[in-house]
């Protein structure tokens, strides 16, 4: 089992920055693949980014690339979204998702998940 707790939401401004946290414990390792989604109200659930902890790769949907980046910092088992240049449209409850395959778009190839973090970006 892999625990994961995201952390960062908020509330800023159109323009602004955050940076999402999710923490991952339990039965951690290098051979899973960590993926940010996110659900906007009355929308489905949708990929942002995601890393392969073991090499580095990312993967950005392409709504965010060049604002967003996914980091890892292995010390701390955490994985690390930063989102700047925020737009309205970036308004959603984000996801931490981990996945003993490859990284993929797909959220249903993720087995285990955070319980989410809201991000509010007004206008």
């Known amino acids: 089992q892999v625990q994961l707790v995201e952390s960062g939401g908020g509330l800023v401004q159109a323009g602004g920055s955050l940076r999402l946290s999710c923490a991952a414990s339990?039965?951690?390792?290098?051979?899973?693949?960590m993926g940010w989604f996110r659900k906007a109200p009355g929308k489905e659930r949708v990929f942002v980014a995601a890393i392969s902890w073991s090499d580095g790769s990312t993967s950005y949907a392409d709504s965010v690339k060049g604002r967003f980046t996914i980091s890892t910092d292995n010390a701390r088992n955490t994985v690390y979204l930063q989102m700047n240049s925020l737009k309205p449209d970036d308004t959603a409850v984000y996801y931490c998702a981990a996945s003993s395959n490859n990284y993929s778009e797909f959220w249903w190839t993720y087995e285990y998940w955070g319980q989410g973090t809201q991000v509010t970006v007004s206008t």
């Open positions: 339990g039965r951690t390792g290098r051979n899973y693949a």
